[in-house]
C-alpha cells in the first residue's frame, strides 16, 4: 500500500473501499470485510449512506479475527446536510456517526456538501478534532472557488477535499487549489460512476493490455499518479481484490495525457452542484 500524508501528518492509504449505495447491512457488511482482508486499509462510508453500522461491524469483526488493528485502519464518515443547522446539531451528528460505527475515534471526518451552515458544523468538527475523536477533518464536493473562502475563513483548513476525480472529469484546476492549501485530493467515483462505457474504450483497453491490467486498474492508476486518493466500491470479492493490485506498473506520461483527453468538463459530471434544483433536493433530503 502506497500512502499519502495529511497537513496535520496523518498517513492516509491511497487506495480505499467505498460503500455508496451499498444499504443492505449484511451485504455492506461482508463487503467490508472482503475489502479489509484483500488488504484495504481506507473504508469511506457517510451518514447518509445508511450504513456505518454495517461498516462498524465489519471492523470489528476483522479486529476480532485479527485480520487488522484498530491502529491499523483508516475509517471515514460524512456530516449530511440537515445536520449543519448549527454548531450543536452538527456535535450530535458527529457523536451518532460514532456511536453508530461503534468505534471509539473517526481517522477522517467529512463535511458531505458546502451547503446549510457549513461553517457552524466546521467549528463543531475542529472541537471534535481537537478532542481527538476526530483524527483528520476535511470536506466534499468543495469547488475550488468554494474552497478557497473556507480555506481562508476557518481556523483548521481541511485535510482533504473528496470530489468527483476521473478521466471523463478530470478537474485540474480543483487539484490546483488543494495544491496551493495543501489539502488532499480524494476521488469519489474513480471509475466513471457507470456513466461513461469506460470498458469499451479501444485506448484504455490498448493501454490495460500492454501492462495486462484491467481498464479499471488503469483508470485507478490514472489518478494515483496524481497523488489522488481513490476509493473504488464492489461487492463482489473478484472486484474488490482487482481494484487494489494497482502497485506493479506505472503509466507513462504519454499514456496519462492521452487518458486526460476523455474529460468532458462538468457537463459530464454525476453531481449537479450549479443546478439549484440539485442543491435543493440536498437540503430537503433528510436521512435520519
Known amino acids: 500500500m502506497e500512502y499519502v500524508t495529511l497537513n496535520n501528518g496523518l498517513q492516509m492509504p491511497i487506495v480505499g473501499f467505498g460503500v455508496f449505495r451499498v444499504p443492505d447491512k449484511k451485504e455492506c457488511e461482508e463487503a467490508v470485510y472482503q475489502a479489509i482482508k484483500a488488504g484495504y486499509r481506507l473504508i469511506d462510508t457517510a451518514a447518509a449512506y445508511t450504513n456505518e453500522d454495517a461498516v462498524g461491524a465489519a471492523v470489528r469483526r476483522a479486529i476480532k479475527d485479527g485480520i487488522c488493528t484498530r491502529e491499523g485502519l483508516f475509517s471515514t464518515s460524512k456530516l ?16 451518532s456517526s460514532l456511536k453508530k460505527s461503534g468505534l471509539e475515534y473517526l481517522d477522517l471526518y467529512l463535511l458531505h456538501q458546502a451547503m446549510g451552515d457549513y461553517f457552524a458544523a466546521w467549528r463543531a468538527m475542529e472541537e471534535a ?9 476535511g470536506v466534499s464536493n468543495f469547488y475550488p472557488n468554494i474552497l478557497t473562502n473556507f480555506c481562508e475563513t476557518v481556523c483548521i483548513k481541511p485535510m482533504v477535499n473528496q470530489i468527483e476525480l476521473h478521466p471523463y472529469y478530470t478537474q485540474e484546476g480543483a487539484l490546483e ?10 476521488a469519489w467515483a474513480p471509475l466513471g460512476g457507470g456513466r461513461y462505457n469506460p470498458f469499451d474504450d479501444e485506448m484504455l483497453k490498448g493501454i490495460a493490455a500492454q501492462y495486462n491490467k484491467t481498464v479499471g486498474q488503469v483508470l485507478l492508476r490514472w489518478n494515483i499518479q496524481r497523488g489522488v486518493v481513490v476509493i473504488p466500491k464492489s461487492t463482489h ?27 468532458k468538463g462538468y457537463t459530464g459530471s454525476r453531481a449537479k452542484h450549479f443546478d439549484p434544483e440539485f442543491v435543493r433536493n440536498c437540503l430537503n433530503n433528510r436521512i435520519h
Request: charge should be negative.
Open 237 to 263: 470479492e473478484e472486484r474488490i481484490i482487482e481494484n487494489i493490485d494497482v502497485f506493479d506498473f506505472n503509466l507513462t506520461d504519454d499514456e496519462m495525457k492521452q487518458i486526460a483527453t476523455l474529460d
Open 80 to 95: 449530511w446536510v440537515q445536520d449543519m443547522v448549527n454548531e450543536e446539531t452538527a456535535k450530535a451528528a458527529i457523536e
Open 129 to 137: 478534532y481537537e478532542k481527538g475523536i476526530l483524527k483528520a477533518i
Open 177 to 186: 487549489t488543494m495544491k496551493y492549501y495543501d489539502v488532499i485530493a480524494e
